[in-house]
């Protein structure tokens, strides 16, 4: 399986500002994908990022919202934009089966 | 639409306990089904993957089985320890073009006392 490092861990952001989280995988992924965990909720999937294509989003998600990069095939970002206190959740990022269905630590966010 | 629900919700025993939880899903048409566990701020860890051609799978104390004509999958843990307090997440993987995503259940927030 795969190891991921997402940053930060943690942020508490202002309303109307945005953030920017980070996964570096140390291998080379086909797939990744974006979850929210909102509070006392599970994980719902955001999107799934394929290097070199746009993001595919979920129903729900848009990319003017959430827009992801993924310049090759160990690393991603997720933006989210335009923060209000509804987007205060965990947000995860993972790898596809072929390595495990690896998870990040996870990036807790607090909107204020 | 797939939908992936867990019970009970929460659970609190005594060390030693052998346990089960439940998942269910309203799609049978599923690639596979997994085991996560979550502790705070340490993301997800996976514990066992039953493909959907398979019935159960095995590691140490934990076994999952899978019925998917029913719609239904426990994990039953034996002896359970205060180190396997955590939640726990059952996710499948929908059986269509892009088998890698998941499809989380509500959880079940175990809690293991000495």
């Known amino acids: 399986s795969a190891v991921i490092s997402q940053k930060p861990s943690r942020d508490i952001c202002q309303r109307g500002t945005s953030l920017t989280i980070q996964c570096q995988v140390d291998?080379?992924?086909?797939?990744m994908f974006w979850y929210r965990q909102q509070p006392g909720q599970s994980l719902t999937l955001i999107a799934t990022?394929?290097?070199?294509?746009?993001?595919?989003?979920e129903s729900g998600f848009v990319i003017d919202k959430f827009p992801i990069s993924r310049p090759n095939l160990t690393f991603s970002t997720l933006t989210v934009s335009n923060m209000s206190p509804e987007d205060s959740s965990i947000y995860l990022c993972s790898t596809d089966r072929v390595y495990g269905y690896t998870f990040g630590s996870g990036t807790r966010l607090t909107v204020v | 639409k797939q939908e992936v629900t867990q019970i009970p919700a929460a659970l609190s025993v005594p060390e030693g306990e052998n346990l089960v939880l439940n998942c269910s899903f309203t799609?049978?048409?599923?690639?596979?089904l997994q085991w996560f566990r979550q502790d705070p701020g340490k993301g997800l860890t996976s514990l066992l993957l039953?493909?959907?051609?398979?019935r159960e799978q095995t590691s140490g104390r934990l076994n999952a089985s899978l019925d998917k004509s029913s719609g239904r999958s426990t994990l039953y843990i034996a002896a359970s320890q205060p180190g396997d307090s955590a939640t726990y997440l059952c996710a499948v993987s929908p059986s269509s073009y892009n088998t890698d995503k998941l499809i989380f259940g509500t959880g079940t927030r175990l809690q293991v006392f000495p």
């Open positions: 799609d049978s048409a599923i690639y596979n």
């Open positions: 291998s080379q992924v086909t797939m």
């Open positions: 990022a394929n290097q070199g294509s746009e993001a595919t989003y």
């Open positions: 039953i493909q959907s051609s398979q």
